[in-house]
């Protein structure tokens, strides 16, 4: 199923994906350091958990977009991430069906 997007439903979803992972105890109050956040790796495995990407590198990214009504991205695969990361067993969590509502959103053919 693909769905269309708007800066509201991404706005709407990526606020959904803060309070699912404050709620899941998810949410650092430490950011990462300077270093760790320049990695080159996607989701900056080699420096930061799946969770503290999301957290200091995805959700301000996408906050900037919408604040700035830029060019949304497409396709962004973050469920195959978070289901290694966060585990087969939770995936009925808030947080994980919040990341299937973003990918869902942002699959473009």
Request: aromatic fraction near 8%.
């Given at each position: 199923m693909i769905m269309t997007r708007s800066h509201k439903e991404v706005e709407i979803l990526i606020l959904k994906l803060e309070q699912s992972l404050r709620e899941a105890m998810l949410w650092s109050s430490f950011a990462p350091s300077v270093e760790a956040l320049q990695s080159k790796l996607p989701f900056a495995l080699d420096t930061m958990l799946f969770e503290q990407w999301l957290q200091f590198v995805f959700i301000p990214k996408m906050?900037?977009?919408?604040?700035?009504?830029?060019?949304?991205?497409?396709?962004?695969?973050?469920?195959?991430?978070?289901?290694?990361?966060?585990?087969?067993?939770?995936?009925?969590?808030?947080h994980m069906q919040v990341i299937k509502q973003i990918d869902l959103i942002f699959a473009i053919s």
């Amino acid at each position: 199923m693909i769905m269309t997007r708007s800066h509201k439903e991404v706005e709407i979803l990526i606020l959904k994906l803060e309070q699912s992972l404050r709620e899941a105890m998810l949410w650092s109050s430490f950011a990462p350091s300077v270093e760790a956040l320049q990695s080159k790796l996607p989701f900056a495995l080699d420096t930061m958990l799946f969770e503290q990407w999301l957290q200091f590198v995805f959700i301000p990214k996408m906050t900037e977009i919408v604040n700035t009504q830029g060019i949304l991205p497409q396709n962004m695969h973050l469920l195959p991430m978070a289901e290694q990361c966060f585990g087969a067993a939770d995936n009925q969590s808030a947080h994980m069906q919040v990341i299937k509502q973003i990918d869902l959103i942002f699959a473009i053919s």
